[in-house]
């Protein structure tokens, strides 16, 4: 079985831009949630989509947004960056509530 | 606010040895707790998944322990091998929401 990939692996963005990253998680998994990890935060909860439908949301401004399709891959969105979104995303799966995640190995942003 | 401490923050080790990671989280309302492994550049392995009703969890070489009334969870790894140094990260989960709150991570290196 494939693992979750995530797309692209790196970006290079300038401050003002906005940046869709994409993740697929693996076949069957309907649950995908996104991750933020900064050497400073560690790493932080943004969202999860579950069927389609947004059912958490971490602490984070509403420049950050996501979505999940039909066939359970979902995007996130980042607009107008700042240099303080310099950060690796990670993109996790999981069948359901309480089950193990298993995560992408990231999109690398880094905004100058 | 749960909050999630990872001690040490790093440790060194020669090979074949035993040792023990500790976690220890604020809130005892908690669904599970999982342990994961990271390596440089990569996203995140789980490596096991402790539901709130049971103790403890073994995979190979790895054992996880979990106390919720005193707030405590230990990764034990015996004979230590070079190819278990990575990051590892404990992470607790509340109400099946699928929102993981990670402690910083213990850097754990195995020289040979």
């Known amino acids: 079985k494939a693992g979750v990939t995530q797309t692209p692996r790196y970006l290079i963005k300038t401050r003002g831009q906005q940046v869709t990253l994409s993740c697929s998680p693996i076949?069957?998994?309907?649950?995908v949630s996104w991750y933020q990890q900064t050497p400073g935060q560690g790493l932080q909860f943004l969202f999860e989509y579950f069927s389609e439908t947004q059912r958490n949301k971490g602490n984070f401004p509403g420049r950050f947004s996501g979505r999940q399709f039909s066939n359970s891959r979902s995007e996130m969105n980042v607009s107008t960056l700042e240099l303080g979104d310099s950060a690796l995303y990670l993109c996790?799966?999981?069948?359901?509530?309480?089950?193990?995640?298993?995560f992408g190995n990231g999109t690398r942003l880094t905004v100058t | 606010k749960q909050e999630v401490t990872q001690i040490p923050a790093a440790l060194s080790v020669p090979e074949g040895e035993n040792l023990v990671l500790n976690c220890s989280f604020t809130?005892?309302?908690?669904?599970?707790l999982q342990w994961f492994r990271q390596d440089p550049g990569k996203g995140l392995t789980s490596l096991l998944l402790?539901?709130?009703?049971?103790r403890e969890q073994t995979s190979g070489r790895l054992n996880a322990s979990l106390d919720k009334s005193s707030g405590r969870s230990t990764l034990y790894i015996a004979a230590s091998q070079p190819g278990d140094s990575a990051t590892y990260l404990c992470a607790v989960e509340q109400g099946g929401s699928e929102k993981l709150v990670f402690g910083k991570g213990t850097k754990l290196t195995v020289n040979p």
């Open positions: 996790a799966s999981s069948l359901a509530g309480s089950s193990p995640l298993h």
């Open positions: 809130d005892s309302a908690i669904y599970n």
């Open positions: 076949s069957g998994h309907r649950s």
């Open positions: 402790i539901q709130s009703s049971q």
